[in-house]
């Protein structure tokens, strides 16, 4: 079975829009991580925003938010505010800490184009 | 402070030549990650060592793929002999992981491009 699911190949939004990238996981450790990662064309993975299984709050970082709904299993990444250099791959990734080994699972990616 | 930091950007060889990818991690980080990220696809795990010792290698194609972490720091990854479907993005990072069971973040490198022929 897949531990990160995204549905959305690709996504448009205006650009000044808010935008909301899926993604579901299936894990059976009750500790864990969720992430998401911005890839642009350059190729690097940069880092974007964290959400523990223990946090009892959504977490932000700026224009970006999760919307992490435990029991859904669903970690949803909020884009606000949509600006032209958003453009790029995001991938959802999962952490899980009770294997002691902490390699993280990504998910096949959502194209997002921000258009002007 | 410093980022990951790969060598070579890009590289392209022929099939069945060797090829070897450097990776220097953000300083003080303990673990260390390679990633192969095929064209369409998010990245795999090719290996995690933990200073210098293998935490998981068990996605290494270890007939060809090899990879150390002499001293805890830097890092190579090698392909030898390479083939068609090895061609993708490398990709390196790091996390602090310092003890704790909280779950750390990994930083990325920019990644080497490999096209093999």
């Known amino acids: 079975a897949q531990k990160i699911t995204q549905t959305q190949p690709g996504m448009f939004v205006q650009e000044k829009e808010a935008v909301t990238l899926d993604c579901t996981y299936d894990?059976?450790?009750?500790?864990?991580?969720l992430f998401w990662y911005k890839q642009p064309s350059s190729g690097e993975m940069i880092f974007l925003i964290y959400?523990?299984?223990?946090?009892?709050q959504n977490a932000t970082e700026g224009r970006y938010s999760l919307n992490f709904q435990k029991a859904r299993k669903s970690a949803n990444l909020v884009i606000s505010a949509s600006q032209l250099g958003d453009s790029a791959m995001y991938f959802c990734?999962?952490?899980?800490?009770?294997?002691?080994?902490?390699?993280?699972?990504f998910g096949t990616g959502t194209r997002l184009t921000v258009i002007p | 402070e410093a980022g990951v930091a790969q060598s070579p950007r890009y590289k392209i060889i022929e099939k069945r030549q060797s090829v070897a990818f450097w990776c220097n991690p953000i300083?003080?980080?303990?673990?260390l990650y390679w990633y192969q990220q095929i064209l369409g696809q998010g990245p795999k795990l090719l290996i995690q060592?933990?200073?210098?010792?293998?935490?998981?290698d068990s996605q290494l194609p270890k007939d060809r793929f090899s990879a150390e972490r002499l001293k805890g720091v830097d890092s190579t990854l090698k392909i030898q002999p390479a083939k068609l479907e090895d061609s993708a993005v490398y990709l390196c990072?790091?996390?602090?992981?310092?003890?704790?069971?909280?779950?750390?973040?990994?930083?990325f490198g920019p990644g080497t491009r490999l096209l093999v022929l």
């Open positions: 959400q523990g299984s223990y946090d009892q």
């Open positions: 894990t059976s450790d009750p500790s864990y991580g």
């Open positions: 990734a999962m952490r899980e800490s009770g294997t002691g080994a902490n390699n993280l699972f």
């Open positions: 060592f933990q200073n210098n010792g293998v935490v998981d």
């Open positions: 990072a790091s996390s602090l992981d310092r003890g704790g069971a909280r779950v750390q973040t990994q930083y």
């Open positions: 300083s003080g980080h303990a673990t």
